[in-house]
């Protein structure tokens, strides 16, 4: 991360000298004078909807306590802070003016109402994947919104991350437009759930790997830092990360639907993906996502740790579960279930966010607590309250590192340095 800058740095100055003579590699796609906003019919903004939902377009584009869709938002980045812009058809701050070539040029090109070019934080890299028949719709249903005033705000970004002839090079280097092409050795369940991930769900933005350019090293969803918090997005092709080659299709399906499944439950963001997302989505989709995520082939598993952690640390973590853990999660880390058996508090026995290697989700639950998302087969999930109040790092690192050797599990020991540097900004 910290080479990151340095190495930008020196794209931008080569931008400088060179921005010229790329950028007819980066040419914005001509709109007809008179194309003009345009109503989409019933169906249209029905399939919309549901776009916008496998987008989770809501939540980057919706500000604390703001309008739906109307914008503001901001998402942290390595180079500085890139505010979401208003969806709303407000025809002064919104997309009011913007027809369908319009907004079809920004999801495949990656090009504003006015040509400019956009900053990648708009996932356009992976929506330029999404035909234009489901652009439309998308469009049609943003369209329908009410209209908000609220201005965009302008992007902080550190210079020379700002200037255009940086973008321009980035785009040059790792972005081309793209067609959508299904695999005719897969079915259409695949291929339907391979195209919502890979194209509107942009879910390698967070779950994939990027190089030191900030671009995605293409869809080989890796695991990576979210780009909008100090969390990790865990890879989608490690079992002992997020990998779901291994599971019943069934529990992916009630998994991406309720948020918890008897192998696992979602949090940090993903809790947000689902509350917002994918609980909303029609059956048949949820289930071709399902069946993609499950064909992704897996990696090889990492080797335990080979470091004990220090005798001192481990007691004292031992106490600091037994003092703060134990009543909900167990003596043996087995977690708790209701009278009828439901499942409300996760097992820390073969739990893979305890585990994980970074530690990164670990440490932040620990430290802010959480609740997971209210779903219709989960209405009222159970919640963990924040330690950060009664733990400080050393603390929080001595109960990590004492649930990281227990139970069979054999994960490396974290000191309060790592405490601080994975627990990030909030």
């Not at 090889?300 to 703060?324: I, K, S």
Request: aromatic residues 8%; charged residues 15%; glycine residues 12%.
């Amino acid at each position: 991360m910290k080479r990151w800058p340095a190495v930008l740095a020196a794209l931008a100055s080569l931008a400088v000298l060179a921005g010229g003579v790329v950028a007819w590699g980066d040419r914005a796609t001509p709109i007809a004078p008179d194309a003009r906003p345009a109503e989409g019919t019933p169906a249209q903004v029905a399939r919309g909807a549901q776009l916008a939902r496998v987008g989770n377009c809501a939540v980057c584009h919706t500000s604390r306590g703001g309008a739906p869709y109307a914008g503001g938002r901001g998402v942290g980045t390595p180079f500085g802070t890139v505010y979401a812009g208003n969806l709303t058809p407000d025809a002064a701050t919104g997309l009011g003016r913007w027809s369908a070539d319009h907004f079809w040029r920004a999801m495949h090109h990656g090009r504003g109402f006015d040509s400019r070019r956009l900053v990648p934080v708009f996932p356009y890299p992976q929506f330029t994947l999404v035909t234009r028949q489901d652009s439309d719709a998308l469009y049609a249903f943003l369209r329908t919104l009410p209209p908000v005033t609220q201005p965009n705000r302008a992007h902080e970004l550190r210079f020379p991350f700002d200037t255009d002839a940086a973008l321009t090079v980035w785009r040059v280097l790792f972005f081309e437009p793209g067609v959508w092409q299904d695999d005719a050795r897969r079915s259409a369940e695949w291929n339907r759930g391979a195209y919502l991930v890979n194209g509107i769900g942009h879910c390698v933005a967070c779950h994939g790997e990027r190089n030191a350019f900030g671009a995605n090293t293409g869809a080989g969803f890796g695991g990576g830092r979210v780009a909008s918090s100090a969390w990790y997005a865990p890879s989608l092709t490690r079992a002992d990360e997020a990998g779901v080659a291994d599971w019943p299709l069934d529990d992916i399906f009630v998994l991406l639907r309720d948020g918890l499944a008897p192998r696992g439950r979602v949090s940090g963001p993903m809790a947000e993906v689902v509350l917002h997302g994918t609980q909303h989505l029609h059956t048949d989709d949820l289930r071709s996502i399902a069946t993609y995520l499950q064909s992704l082939p897996p990696r090889p598993v990492r080797p335990p740790a080979v470091q004990a952690p220090p005798a001192t640390q481990r007691a004292l973590g031992a106490a600091l579960y037994d003092e703060h853990c134990v009543a909900c999660h167990g003596t043996q880390g087995e977690g708790g279930v209701t009278a009828d058996g439901r499942s409300v508090v996760p097992a820390l026995a073969g739990n893979r966010l305890v585990t994980m290697e970074p530690a990164t989700n670990l440490v932040r639950s620990i430290a802010l607590g959480g609740f997971g998302p209210a779903t219709a087969g989960n209405p009222r999930p159970f919640g963990m309250p924040p330690f950060e109040q009664v733990l400080d790092d050393a603390g929080i690192a001595a109960l990590a590192t004492f649930l990281r050797s227990s139970w069979g599990a054999q994960a490396s020991p974290l000191n309060a340095s790592d405490v601080a540097r994975h627990r990030g900004g909030d």
